[in-house]
């Protein structure tokens, strides 16, 4: 294992989140669009799977 691999385990954060990397640590909808079809969804919903937002996504 890597020093930064154990750092993150150590600290709750990945190394992307100890860098500042969050514009994506949001909740994300995700919609289906057919040609000609009016938008469907949010068919799902993607949630951040940092340690340090485990929290805040539940």
Avoid: K, N, W
């Avoid at 930064?4 to 600290?11: F, I, N, V, W, Y």
């Avoid at 919609?31 to 993607?46: A, D, K």
């Amino acid at each position: 294992m890597t020093a930064l691999a154990a750092t993150g385990r150590d600290t709750g954060r990945s190394p992307y989140c100890g860098e500042g990397g969050h514009e994506f640590c949001h909740p994300q909808d995700v919609y289906v669009q057919l040609p000609g079809r009016p938008r469907i969804g949010p068919v799902f919903t993607i949630r951040c799977s940092c340690p340090c937002h485990q929290q805040a996504t539940r």
